[in-house]
């Protein structure tokens, strides 16, 4: 990057949130008061950042094949991905620096897509909200504890824009239903819950990566590593990590656990608001030397309290299995039968046990006998619906019953998820941990290490 233009960027950029950009939002009425549409605008103008990758390049198109949406900004360190994007949207503008984005066309777009890996999501999203713009968040909303705080005052200073967390499978009926049957107290009171990630994270292939590694390399040609870093300290580039296999490295992903998270406890975190946020977390690993990698074989139990007759006692585990490991099925209170998948939910209750994969099938255990828990009786019929469209909607001011996963309900489905990953740095060890403290209160050393990271000038996440 040029002299002129880096400060051009630190001058400008990081007023980001500020009066500055607040304001330029065709959605705003007032300073820094940002106001949806009303019903019948014409359309969301979209900013993309993050336009192909894993994921970036579903979001783009999906919500552009809304009839009032339009992709008219599209950012990415990877000048192939922006290019190949901008085939598609040639009229958009494009650039690699989002800061860029905020800096020079804010005027020109009402809401953001967030693509990016897990390490960037909380900066750029705290810079959209502070910017008065509407947010579609990829998942896991933000990779570092404290930012669940940083991000979640974000949000609630910004109470009128609309946010959405990418859990597109709460599309499946099944999963809508788990939250009914759940609701209804018809299996009695909650016991534990367990929850089933699959494969192991550090397997490599087309998402992790094999925890070997690797000495330092170039970027890939046209790929801008400095901007990728984003707030990160500054290290140098090495195999099996920008593009794609990042999810495994302990500084810019969170494993397959924190990964899947959001689509593994959506459901109860909307069938039961009193879990709020996790006291105690205990990981168990065999894994190898984490200073850079993410652990594979965990086992960790995340201690909820709850101040509820809908619950069995007064706290509740959530039990998290990693690298195919499962559940014994009689132990909580199944049959003998196959797992539906390797990905599961399982709420044990005093009276059934529900088991529910991604996107279904749902089950229902009593005594050893299955069910089809879509046979449930008392469950409405299921209109479909599409979860992207969901947001454009709510954004542009129309009255949706699809909106599902808004930031404040994403970051709740987040938190377990990287407290089980990063405990796993002290194996077999109990945290206590506050939320509102942001520190595990026995342990000065995870407090110190786990919480928080120091940013980088200029990519610091605003802080409202």
Known sequence: MNTSRRRFLQQT???????????????????????????????????????????GGADRKTIAAHPQAEIVGLCDVDANA???????????????????????????????????PDHSHCTIMTAALSANKHVYGQKPLVQQLEELDILQRAVNAKPKLVTQTGAQRIEHAARRAAVDILKSGGLGKVVEVHVTYGGSALAGG??????????????????????????????????????????????????????????????????????????????????????HF???KVLSTITYPVKSDRFAGSTCNFYFYDSGMMPERANIGLGEGKWPSGICTIVVCEGGTLVLAPEGPLEIWREGTMIDGMTWPGLPKYESFNHWHAWVDKALGK??????????????????????????????????WDRRRLEFTNHAEASKTLVRRAYRKGFEPVRM
């Open 13 to 55: 950029v990081t007023l980001a949130g500020a009066a500055a950009v607040a304001g330029c939002s065709r959605f705003t009425s007032g300073p820094g008061a940002a106001q949806p549409a009303a019903t019948g605008a014409t359309k969301l103008r979209v900013l993309s950042i993050g336009v192909i990758g894993t994921i």
């Open 82 to 116: 922006l290019a190949e994007a901008a085939k598609e949207h040639p009229h958009a503008f494009t650039c690699a620096d989002y800061r860029e984005a905020f800096a020079k066309h804010a005027d020109k777009f009402d809401g953001v897509i967030v693509a990016t």
């Open 206 to 291: 087309f998402y992790f990566a094999d925890g070997k590694l690797g000495e330092p390399i170039q970027p890939p040609a046209g790929f801008d590593y400095n901007l990728w870093l984003c707030g990160n300290a500054e290290e140098p580039c090495r195999p099996q990590m920008v593009q794609r296999q990042w999810r495994s490295w302990f500084n810019y992903g969170g494993g397959q656990i924190a990964d899947w998270v959001v689509h593994t406890t959506d459901v109860l975190f909307y069938a039961f608001p009193e879990l709020q946020s996790p006291t105690q977390v205990c990981t168990r690993t065999p894994s190898r030397d984490l200073r």
């Open 294 to 296: 993410h652990a594979d």
């Open 399 to 432: 009255d949706t019953p699809h909106l599902w996963m808004p930031f404040s309900i994403g970051l709740r489905c987040t938190e377990p998820g990287l407290l089980a990953v990063k405990a796993a740095r002290f194996p077999g060890q109990v945290l206590q």
